[in-house]
């Protein structure tokens, strides 16, 4: 590679804040050289911290520590005549054509003056200022004007001629363009791609606009929060890009369609964006948070990122792992204290983001509770509760089966066939569009299931049982779903948010996979797991229960070989799943990349979002416990 | 489908002491049907705001306007009655939320008055239930906060709320994302297109971004100089557009797969506003210029688009 005529070292930027004593951090500790001749383009959007970081580099800002040095020597700390002959190879063009020219000032003007600042003698800026204006594609009929008679493009050129005037080596371009049309914006590219050719310029170019990055650039720095989440050739981060936000940016760049589509919402890539705001498209009721939440301490392992996780041949870091698995959030909470915490894809700690089956467990819990209240009989079949269910497979099914997985239902779960019962029951929940005339609502699906054999005998997943189960708890107690869940899960383990579940065009909650929260508070209801039913100092769920999961179904029960692959000697019970792993962890899991998970042993709980770009596979899912079991190991 | 707004003709002239200085839009037909969406797409001043400007029946009184603008069962809305029509059946979300919403006053105060205007019973609710449908997770602190305390995309998710109270037949974007980060104006394109699925109403999508355009419409119109030169399904004038200036545009999109420095760059500007323009307005900086091109260019049908130039009709 050619020789290094600028080297960013350790750039930190920090803009004291009033009522915080650590200040802002906008530019964090960046480092980079630039080469000869090569583009270097920053891409980010407001408040990433791109221009602050290009003042600092280019001593327009003093940066709070770390410096640059330009050509072998520093701009930090020298004489005010070295320091102008140093910037002397720095050239500037920025955003505002207008803005960076004077008013007063004409065409000739504003270019000779830094030619004058220079010394250089008036015949010989005649001579360099004619020469600019050619090779900046302006008719020397146009010294003369001043810059409010020029259009956007022309203010352009001249501010270019300008940047150019004193010959600098490196020129920094801050959004060059992203006040031109586009058909001029064009011509301002092509500009000054040919005149760095011509002058073997080196190009700082900053922009928000990641098809002007990656149209001039040799190299991408892809900047989010003051730091550069990834680095590469142009080709490398296009083509295989490797964070989340960078995959994001090309997404939308992309000129994928926004058509918001209610048959593939649950799929990549509107999965990124639905899976945050079902409430826009689906109809949902509140669970409501606590009034008085669940505080969490905070001390964040700094260790967590450098941890290394192998999986499937290959080696990662935790960030690696993260943004590889299409990661929406995580949180961890290690014996109480929240230790790690992280957010992609546009989510914070305040948004909500669909739980897929995680919703399940919650089910779970709930049950537990009623059961301890004597509100229903888990042994009872489930038509014993809802009459109509009569002739069903439910008629002779028992909610503890149904809580267990075994009832034996005539119920595909292939989250890709449309002609499965899984399909028609997402078609009778409202979550894809429904044409048929028939399974309107949930309650008329669930009537239509039969049996396939006899229940009890063997472990079968099927959605529709917990949708039957949110059903029978909200007729038995005549209060609706989300309510049960405020009152004895919800507020009494002390979430700090509004939940929401979906419900169908009836106003039944969808009990298989509707609930939104955020990620601390799925989080906090893993807490309460890991903590035997206990929150606050109060037993919100019987320890019994929570026992009695981690302890797993019976032996009794036959597995299925791809529970058997994935998890030796593991099981389904109490709409959890246990590892048998040598930690007894025990999780709760949705498509698409959605888990709680509990480890006992370490005390550990993760609460994770993802929006995977297919529902369930084995490779995902082996990452994932990879992950998990890193972290909960450190 | 039915048609829900068709503008046929339509040509606005400024005039200053009885004189015409100049003539913006110079003859625009769009046609927009039932729960579709139509992209305008155009470079700065070719008239696109004009003409939302011109449906909203907000031109001012400088202005001439000729030319039909049926809406709907309304028949031609040029001459009726618009403050019947404006903020209930068509309504309008702007390019900056900030200025759209009077600093001095809460979103909910604002929003209230909205509904107040609209008729809307039990009001609250009705708020609540809006902002929670454009996908604002906390109403209650959304209703009682001063637009200067929200970020520019809850801003720019209250407006859509506002817009949406009464249920409009046709809702007009003009900018809707422009003032916003790519990935945040990415979320609130993907919001308004569940919100249309859900809701059904017509869109007028108007954008200088050719691809926030190609991602949120069915149809695009290509407005160059206050004229047409091109319409046609989305897919088809992004696959093969006709008019040289459409072309032209679309070569101009810089990317990582085109070659550094090869850009199509169209020559020139976009004429001022203030020139007289005679003929075809993209004349002067088409590389396919003629001399029959002095005259105005007749629109002519190819396959589905519709494209004003003489290159390609001969």
Known sequence: ?634 | MSTVLKISHLEVDFEINGVITNTPLRGINLEIKAGKTLGIVGETGCGKTLTATAIMGLLPSSAIQRGEIEFGNHGDITKADMADIRGSEITMIFQNPQSAFNPIFSIGAQLTMVAQRRGISDIPATLTARLESVGLRDPKRVLESYPHQLSGGMLQRAMIAMALLSSPTLLIADEPTTALDATIGDHVLTLIAALQKREGFAMLFISHDVTAVAKTSDEIAVIYAGRVVETGPTSEVMKSPQHPYTQGLLGAIPSAEKARGTLVAIPGNVPSVLTNIKGCAFADRCSLQMDKCAQEPPTVQIGKQSVACWAVNS
């Open chain 1, 1 to 634: 590679m050619s020789e290094v005529v600028m080297q960013i070292s350790q750039v930190t930027k920090v803009f004291p804040l009033r009522d915080s004593k650590v200040g802002f951090k906008a530019v964090d500790s960046i480092s980079i050289d630039l080469h000869k001749g090569e583009v270097l383009g920053v891409v980010g959007e407001s408040g990433s911290g791109k221009s602050t970081l290009a003042r600092c580099a280019f001593g327009i800002t003093e940066p709070t520590s770390g410096g640059t040095t330009i050509l072998g020597e520093s701009l930090v700390g020298k004489s005010r005549k070295a320091t102008r002959e140093l910037r002397a190879n720095l050239g500037f063009v920025f955003q505002d054509p207008a803005g960076s020219i004077n008013p007063r000032m004409s065409v000739y003007d504003a270019i000779a003056e830094p030619l004058m600042l220079a010394g250089m003698d008036s015949a010989s800026i005649d001579t360099r200022v004619n020469f600019l204006m050619d090779r900046v594609g302006l008719a020397s009929s146009q010294l003369s004007r001043k810059s409010h008679e020029l259009s956007g493009g022309q203010c352009q050129r001249v501010a270019i001629a300008r940047a150019l005037a004193t010959n600098p080596k490196i020129v920094l371009l801050d959004e060059p363009t992203s006040s031109l049309d586009l058909s001029v914006q064009a011509q301002i590219l092509n500009l000054l791609e040919e005149l760095r050719r011509d002058f073997d310029l080196t190009y700082f170019l900053i922009s928000h606009n990641l098809d002007v990055v990656s149209h001039l650039s040799d190299r991408v720095a892809v900047m989010k929060d003051g730091v550069f989440v990834e680095v590469g050739t142009t080709r490398q981060v296009i083509d295989t890009p490797k964070h989340p936000f960078t995959r994001e940016l090309i997404r939308v760049y992309s000129g994928a369609s926004c058509e918001f589509d209610l048959d593939t919402w649950q799929d990549g890539p509107l999965n990124r964006w639905a899976f945050q705001n079902v409430s826009t498209f689906l109809p949902t009721k509140v669970i409501a948070a606590s009034p008085e939440p669940l505080s969490l301490d905070i001390e964040l392992d700094a260790n967590l990122d450098a941890i290394t996780i192998d999986v499937a041949d290959s080696t990662y870091t935790l960030p690696e792992l993260l943004a590889d698995v299409d990661t929406d959030s995580i949180v961890v909470v290690r014996k109480g204290v929240l230790v790690y915490e992280k957010y992609f894809n546009g989510m914070t700690p305040d948004s909500v983001h669909l739980l897929q089956s995680v919703s399940k467990s919650i089910l779970g819990a709930l049950y537990a509770v009623m059961a301890e209240r004597g509100v229903i009989d888990i042994d009872k079949p489930i038509a014993f509760y809802l009459p109509e269910l009569v002739g069903s497979v439910y008629e002779a099914a028992t909610i503890a089966q149904a809580l267990d997985m075994t009832v034996a239902i005539n119920f595909s779960e292939d989250y890709s066939d449309p002609q499965s019962e899984m399909a028609r029951l997402d078609r009778a929940a409202g979550w894809r569009t429904n044409t048929t005339g028939h399974d309107l609502g949930l309650r008329s699906f669930l009537r239509t299931m039969t049996a396939s054999g006899e229940h009890g005998k063997a472990y079968q997943y099927c959605s529709a049982n917990t949708d039957v189960l949110a059903w029978l708890i909200s007729e038995v107690t005549q209060t609706p779903y989300q309510d049960l869940l405020t009152r004895y899960i919800w507020q009494p383990m002390g979430a700090h948010d509004d939940a929401s579940v979906i419900v169908d065009r009836e106003g039944l909650s969808v009990g298989n996979g509707g609930i939104s929260c955020t990620t601390r508070d799925l989080a906090r209801f893993g807490l309460l797991i890991v903590n035997g039913g206990r929150a606050n100092g109060e037993q919100v769920i019987p320890a019994a229960w929570v026992n009695a999961t981690f302890a797993g179904a019976s032996a009794d029960v036959e597995s299925a070989d791809y529970l058997q692959a994935l998890h030796p000697g593991g099981s389904y019970k109490n709409k959890w799943w246990i590892t048998a792993g040598a930690s007894r962890e025990i999780f709760g899991v949705g498509i698409y990349g959605q888990y709680v998970w509990v480890d006992p042993t370490s005390e550990t709980v993760i609460a994770k979002f993802s929006s995977l770009p297919i529902p369930v596979d084995g490779v995902h899912s082996r990452k994932h416990m990879a992950l998990f079991r890193a972290i909960c190991a450190q």
